[in-house]
């Protein structure tokens, strides 16, 4: 698959996810040179690439960013901004923060989300990241409706609740 | 107690930061107010957190996988380790087996002679062999002068200019040919006897008639030859046969059949032809031998 770089932004926020192996395909062998010159181990440059790439697929999708924008210059500017977390991170580490007992629970809840069914799992990140409407949910799964899509997101969504406090021992009452 | 449709619609604009106004002076009031219902809202902010970092981790994967990314199998310094060594080792090969020129200029052969004690030079200097080949004068040349046996050893071939050159470092042995004994052995006739007295009658009462005369040699003057590369092989003109690797003489005998000489060396035949380049012995065989000579 080729994509043009001004496509990209439009395949992201239309979450095209076969663009993401292009994308990483194509920016990994320089970001892997980024990522050694800034003092940073080879075996941590796909930790720091991936991590760098998704946040910057997840913020367009997310966020209201333009059209016009150079995907290149953007995506490297994240990957310079993730390198110096990383590293205020190792500057850090020993010290417990509350942020870490948080993040504890969220990788629970992520564990949960793994457990979901496939179609599930697209229709919470659809509704609860993506944050589109339900008209649009329901022209994405090819619901007949936007009600039949409400209701199969609320089915989701209360079957991860559930799994989620069967595991942290939340009272379901 | 859980969360009711419209609540949960309501804590997720909440969430978002979509509230404002009276809407959101109502939420925060129910929020003090009803401990389950902050409780339940809480959930609801974990579980959102919880998807975002699901839906993040799923990409990445998804994009390591896509990178297929492989560990260097041999590390950066070990490999800067093993250039520098191979480096050296091709320095250090170089440095010992450099042109001649440089031999001169060090005191030494090569690299590993600096760790061992230098030999004294008044070793016994080498000595170089020059062989000198033995050019003789033609076979003509040979048959006017029949007894120019030691002449012929006279026009010896020295490379004087190789020798020159090496003449002042080194002591130059040279080794020649040497000649054992050289006489005069008969040839024994071995041809069938024909009846040439009436043929050589008329030869000798008309002189003037120009008839062929008969010039069949029946002595050879024999020399032989010690080479020192051992050097087995003879030279024959009209009257004279060179010798060379025959250690018993008196083994020698030559013998002629028809215009052909054979010569017996012990209880071998050979046969001789007349060359002026030295030939090998042509050894003969039992099937190859004149009935003459049987």
Not at chain 1, 74 to 89: A, D, G
Not at chain 2, 262 to 285: H, N, V
């Amino acid at each position: 698959m080729r994509v043009n770089k001004k496509e990209i932004i439009s395949e992201i926020k239309h979450n095209n996810e076969a663009v993401l192996p292009v994308l990483a395909k194509k920016y990994f062998p320089s970001s892997r040179r980024i990522i050694r010159l800034n003092g940073l181990k080879d075996s941590e440059t796909p930790l720091v690439f991936s991590r760098a790439l998704a946040h910057v697929y997840l913020v367009i999708q997310q966020e209201d960013v333009p059209h016009n924008i150079d995907f290149e210059d953007y995506f490297f500017k994240s990957l310079h901004e993730c390198i110096n977390e990383i590293k205020e991170e190792r500057r850090a580490k020993g010290k417990i923060k509350f942020s870490d007992l948080v993040s504890d629970k969220s990788k629970v809840v992520a564990d949960c989300v793994t457990i979901l069914d496939e179609q599930s799992q697209q229709l919470i990140y659809t509704r609860v990241i993506e944050k589109l409407s339900y008209e649009k949910i329901a022209e994405r799964f090819r619901f007949t409706s936007a009600v039949i899509a409400q209701q199969e997101f609320n089915r989701a969504f209360n079957q991860l609740e559930s799994i989620v406090k069967v595991r942290m021992n939340i009272s379901l009452n | 107690m859980p969360l009711t449709i419209h609540e949960r619609h309501l804590a997720d604009r909440y969430l978002s930061g979509e509230l404002s106004g009276i809407e959101l002076e109502e939420f925060n009031a129910k929020l003090e107010s009803d401990a389950s219902f902050k409780e339940a809202v809480e959930l609801q902010k974990l579980i959102y957190s919880g998807i975002a970092h699901a839906r993040e981790e799923d990409l990445k994967k998804r994009i390591r996988t896509a990178i297929s990314y492989r560990k260097a199998s041999v590390p950066f310094g070990l490999k800067l380790i093993l250039t520098f060594l191979i480096v050296l080792v091709l320095g250090i090969t170089f440095w010992s087996y450099l042109g001649n020129e440089f031999e001169k200029l060090k005191p030494y052969d090569n690299f590993i002679s600096l760790f061992k004690r230098q030999e004294k030079t008044d070793t016994i200097p080498k000595k170089k062999t020059v062989y000198i080949a033995k050019t003789e004068k033609t076979p003509e040349e040979s048959t006017q002068n029949p007894d120019s046996a030691a002449a012929d050893t006279s026009s010896i071939k020295v490379d004087s200019a190789e020798v020159a050159n090496n003449a002042s470092n080194e002591d130059i042995e040279v080794k020649r040919d040497i000649l054992i004994a050289s006489f005069s052995l008969p040839v024994t006739d071995k041809t069938k006897q024909q009846d040439e007295s009436l043929s050589k009658d008329v030869a000798q009462k008309l002189p003037d008639a120009d008839l062929p005369q008969d010039d069949r040699v029946d002595t050879f003057i024999v020399e032989f030859w010690v080479s020192p590369i051992h050097y087995k092989g003879y030279k024959m003109s009209k009257n004279k046969l060179v010798l060379f690797g025959l250690e018993n003489m008196e083994d020698v005998k030559l013998f002629r059949v028809n215009s052909s000489i054979f010569m017996r060396y012990g209880e071998a035949w050979y046969s001789m032809i007349y060359t002026y380049d030295f030939t090998p012995y042509q050894k003969l065989k039992d099937s190859e031998m004149p009935a003459e000579l049987k």
